[in-house]
C-alpha cells in the first residue's frame, strides 16, 4: 500500500503560481512512477504530466507543456508540480497517483494504482 497526501492548492489569479506536493508513505517511493490527474467543475479526469521512478523522463499532457513542471524527490518522498502562467480553464482538483509501473509512459488513470484525496485549485480572471 502506498498513502498519498496532496497539499499545495488553493485560489490564485490568473497568470500566478503554485506548487503542489504530494507526500508519499508506505512501500519505497523508488518503485513508483508518478503521475498528476486533474478533474475540473463537470469534467472527466484528465492526464497531466508523469516522472518515472527516478526523474529521468517527464510527460505532459499539451495543456500543461510549457507552463508545468514535474520533479520528485526520492529522498524526501515527496511528488511535485510547479504550475505557471496559470489559467482559469486550470482549475479543478488535483490527483497525485502511483503506478507500479516504473518506466514509460502511461496516461489513464486505470493505470495507476493509488490515489492522493486531492487539493483545490482554483484559477481567477
Known amino acids: 500500500q502506498v498513502q498519498l497526501v496532496e497539499s499545495g492548492g488553493g485560489l490564485v489569479q490568473a497568470g500566478g503560481s503554485l506548487r503542489l506536493s504530494c507526500a508519499a508513505s508506505?512501500?519505497?517511493?523508488?518503485?513508483?512512477?508518478m503521475g498528476w490527474f486533474r478533474q475540473g467543475p463537470g469534467k472527466e479526469r484528465e492526464f497531466v504530466s508523469r516522472i518515472t521512478w527516478n526523474g529521468g523522463t517527464t510527460y505532459y499532457a499539451d495543456s500543461a507543456k510549457g507552463r508545468f513542471t514535474i520533479s520528485r524527490d526520492n529522498g524526501k518522498n515527496t511528488l511535485y508540480l510547479q504550475m505557471n502562467s496559470l489559467k482559469p480553464e486550470d482549475t479543478a482538483v488535483y490527483y497525485c497517483?502511483?503506478?507500479?509501473?516504473?518506466?514509460?509512459?502511461?496516461?489513464?488513470?486505470?493505470?495507476?494504482?493509488?490515489w492522493g484525496q486531492g487539493t483545490q485549485v482554483t484559477v481567477s480572471s
Open positions: 508506505g512501500r519505497p517511493f523508488g518503485n513508483y512512477a
Open positions: 497517483a502511483a503506478d507500479r509501473k516504473m518506466t514509460g509512459t502511461a496516461d489513464a488513470s486505470y493505470e495507476y494504482e493509488y
